[in-house]
Structure formats: C-alpha cells, structure tokens
C-alpha cells in the first residue's frame, strides 16, 4: 500500500487521545493542513471475543457532550458549529447514578431536582448540614460561565499563562473563600470529605465520594470537597457516548477527513526530530525521508514520545516533563445479559461505593450501539480499579478480582444473575487455563510498560499542555486528570488559544474566517 502525504503539515498529532483528533476537526475545518499518526501498533478499543461476548475496556462517560440550553457542553457546541450533529452520539439519559449502602441518588437532574432528591434521601436537617444545596446555588452559575468564556480568559492573562487548573482555582477562591455564608467548608482548598463531622461523614462520606469516582474516574478515597462540587456541576454536560469511546474517536477521524486531513492509521511513527529544543518534523516507518511540521500535539503517554526522539543542535531530554506515574489499572469485567433481568429504575451507568474499597462502575449498553442486532438483550460493563503493580498483572490474582466483582453485581442485581448469557473474561470456568487464556485476550498486557495509557488512572497533579518542547504541546490523560474526561480537552482549548489571534475559538467557528492564522506560519 502506497502512503500518500505531504511533506509538510501546519499541524501533527501523535497518538489516539479524543482531544488530539478534536483538534484535527478543529484545525482541518480552518484549512490547515493536518496529520495524525497513531503511536501504538493495535490501539486500545471495543471488540468481540472469540466466545462473541462483546468487550469495552473503557468507560463511555465524557464530560462536555451535553446539548441542553441550560448546561451547554462544549464538545458539542464546538462540533456543532463545524454543522455535525452531536444530538445522536449519546445518551441523553446516560448520566451519573450513585449507589451506596443507604443511598441512591440521580445526578443528572436540574439542580432544584438533585436537590429534592438530596432532601428526600437526606433529610432536611442532613441536608442542611451538608450546606451542598446552599453550595451548589451559588457555585454553579460561575462554574458554567467560567467554562463557558474559558479560551478568552486564558488569553487575557498578560504575564506567562497560569495552567487551566491554577486558574480556574484562583478565580473559584477570589469569588467564594470567606465572602458567601452558608458554603465556607466548600469553598475551602484544604477541606476534604474526612473532615466532615463523624456523623455526616458516616451518612454521606461514601456518597460524595462515589460522585467524585463517577465523574472523574479517579480512585481517591477522600477527596478535597471544592473539586467535588466543581466536578458535580460540571457533571451536568456529561453523558454517555453510544458505541463508546472507540466510535467517538472513528467519528472525529471522520470529521477530520471530511475537511482533508491526512489519517495513517496503517502507518507508525518512528522518529521526532527536536533541534534546539525545538520540534521541526517526524519520520513515519519506512520512510526515510523527514515530515516537517509547524506544531505537533502529542495525544498519547509521555513515555511513548521520549522513546521517540531524535535530538540535534542543544537539545537537552533532562527539560522534557518527567511521565506521570500511575497509581491504578482499570479492569473490565463484560456480560451480556437478559433485558428483563434490569431491575426497573436502574439507570445506564452507575457508580457503585463503600468504604474502603474501591468504586465499581456499571454501564449497560445497548447492543445496537456496538452493532449487535439481536433484541433483548443488554451489553453490562463492570469497571473497577486495582493497584499499579506487577501483582496486579498476575493472572490468578485478576481472576479473583473479577470474580469479586461478579459477586459484588449480583448482590447489587438480585435478579441478574439468573439472566446472565455470557461472560468474558469468563472467570466462571472450572479449568483455570481457560480463564487464564480468556484473561491474556481481554489483557494483553505482561508487564507494567505495555498497559495502555487510556486503562491508567492518575491520582496526582496533572503536567498541563507543554511537554517541555518548544512547538510540541500535550494533550492526553496525563494533562489535567483533575478534570477527569474533559481534561485534554481543556488543554488542547489552552495550546489552540495560543496560536490564535482572536479569542473565541471555540464559540465562534461558524463565522470564521478561514483566513485566521492559527499557527506560527
């Protein structure tokens, strides 16, 4: 097969992370020209197993989706405005449900709603206590407009930019820190839930912190209290993706084709050139010849592009940012299962939480959203975290913690278990060889370095949009996992809002002027 490219392009990215092809729609509808080149051999994604079970290894949640009037997501505000329809690509009923020991609590309603729910479950004195209705109130309004006007308050900062995060903190606090009654442990950088009082920390602690796990699909067990607001009112544009984050990101190819970028997706890439502490092009394998490039975006582990690089001129690897290094592995357990198992009520993803152990997530999917036709029956993903660690890749010990979760269902599912199709990995089977071959198909992963980056999940401080490469930025779970799905996201608007000359890239591409520089030429 004949690889058709040119030998220049005003923008490159490397690696399969949803906000690196959403900037290749971005950027291919203004007319630049636009590359990407995956980083992995066999990218992560959906499939069938050989018993025909199908296999989702990622959670399909993604903050930013929502299309609603009253929590615009900027996902699908953007991509409107490049006239593709969003409407059809989620759920519009596939937001955040909590279980507990004693709580069941919707997310995705209104707030005057949320908070009904939250006064019947916890009463009105508790909710009192809480002081979260009088939080959400007032925090709420200034979460959504500051989102909403990000890319021109990143572009008003005069000085070296402050990341996302930093600030969206330090306007969070100038707003709220000690000037609004009734929200003072919230509006706090230091409270977290175990500060709470014993006893709303023994009603709620485990509520709170399963919206936290929810939203960002982080594992932390005591979150700071001002990211769970932030993040609950952020949760009101999240959704469920159909098909999941494999057909997202075929979708954004698409797009990005539709407006002449170039997609190797048979391709590889073997080299980056930095010279000077510069990026200046890539090599694709079996080329020998070098692709220039004005600005790439790296879209995938910081570790794969170091492996990367070809360095001439004064270039120093000791400036490039050190990877984040994981704290947990995301697990899939996949059943298929009778519809008329599914207790009514039970909403398309929900978040699972107890003390002490870690959150289990369940999203049932419907079978036509993975293109399986037959009637009655529903995909059921259950995800769950366990440590960064060699013993965590053993295959005896994976065994037995999916099986744990299995049990774990069907104490939560009475009725599920009777209904039941299929299994995979099917960690039911008698012969151990079996499971442990079902196992290497659904992990194929041996050894710490080869478990893909979107299966890590990362407990500390993200690096940001720079690499520590001048014209090379980043965008990937490892730049703001603070903000959970929409954190590359964020850092891909921080890294387009620099290389633009007017403020509203993402609200204003429907007028554009297909002129506009948006990169150093």
């Not at 000077?276 to 010849?289: E, T």
């Not at 199709?421 to 041996?446: C, G, H, M, W």
Request: aromatic content about 10%; charged content about 20%.
């Amino acid at each position: 097969m004949t690889l058709e490219f040119r030998s220049h392009y005003d923008w490159l990215v490397l690696g399969d992370h949803p906000a690196g092809l959403f900037s290749l729609a971005l950027l291919s509808s203004m007319g630049k020209s636009c590359l990407w080149l995956p980083l992995d051999e066999k990218p992560l994604g959906s499939f069938y197993s050989k018993s025909g079970q199908c296999f989702d290894p990622e959670s399909s949640y993604q903050l930013g989706i929502s299309n609603s009037s009253r929590y615009p997501g900027v996902l699908s505000q953007t991509l409107s405005d490049l006239n593709y329809s969003f409407e059809k690509r989620f759920h519009p009923d596939g937001a955040l449900q909590v279980l507990t020991n004693r709580l069941r609590i919707d997310c995705d309603l209104n707030t005057l709603e949320f908070l009904k729910v939250l006064e019947q479950e916890l009463g009105e004195e508790g909710l009192s206590q809480l002081e979260l209705a009088s939080a959400i109130e007032q925090v709420e309004p200034f979460i959504h407009s500051f989102w909403k006007s990000y890319p021109e308050k990143f572009l008003a900062q005069k000085h070296k930019p402050k990341s996302s995060i930093k600030l969206y903190e330090d306007a969070f606090f100038s707003e709220f820190y000690s000037s609004k009654n009734g929200i003072k442990s919230w509006a706090s950088n230091k409270n977290k839930v175990s500060h709470l009082n014993d006893d709303l920390k023994g009603s709620y602690g485990d509520f709170l912190t399963g919206v936290f796990n929810g939203v960002t699909q982080l594992h932390d067990q005591d979150p700071r209290l001002f990211e769970l607001l932030h993040l609950l009112c952020l949760s009101k544009t999240g959704g469920i993706l159909r098909g999941g984050m494999t057909r997202f990101r075929a979708f954004l190819k698409q797009v990005a084709i539709d407006h002449g970028a170039t997609i190797l997706d048979q391709a590889s890439c073997r080299r980056v050139f930095v010279d000077h502490q510069k990026l200046i092009g890539v090599q694709v394998a079996g080329l020998g010849k070098m692709i220039s490039v004005n600005h790439g975006l790296l879209s995938g582990p910081i570790q794969k592009l170091i492996d990367l690089f070809h360095f001439s001129g004064k270039s120093d690897l000791s400036l490039v940012k050190k990877p984040l290094k994981p704290q947990g592995v995301k697990l899939t357990l996949a059943l298929t299962v009778k519809t008329h198992g599914v207790s009514p009520g039970v909403k398309r993803r929900l978040i699972w939480k107890e003390k002490n152990a870690p959150a289990i997530e369940f999203e049932f999917a419907d079978p036509i959203d993975y293109y399986y036709k037959q009637k009655g029956l529903k995909f059921l993903f259950i995800r769950s975290v366990v440590p960064f660690s060699h013993h965590s890749l053993n295959r005896e010990s994976q065994r037995v913690f999916l099986l744990r979760m299995l049990k774990k269902t069907q104490d939560i599912f009475p009725f599920i278990g009777n209904h039941i199709v299929r299994i995979f990995p099917n960690v039911t089977k008698d012969q151990k060889t079996e499971v442990y071959n079902e196992l290497k198909e659904a992990f194929p992963f041996s050894c710490l370095e080869q478990v893909p980056h979107q299966l890590c999940v990362y407990d500390e401080k993200g690096l940001g949009s720079e690499t520590g490469i001048e014209g090379l930025s980043l965008a990937s779970n490892e730049s703001y996992p603070e903000l959970s799905s929409l954190g590359g996201f964020v850092a891909v608007m921080e890294v387009l809002s620099q290389f633009t000359r007017k403020s509203k890239v993402l609200h204003s591409l429907s007028h554009r002027n297909t002129s506009e520089v948006f990169l150093n030429d």
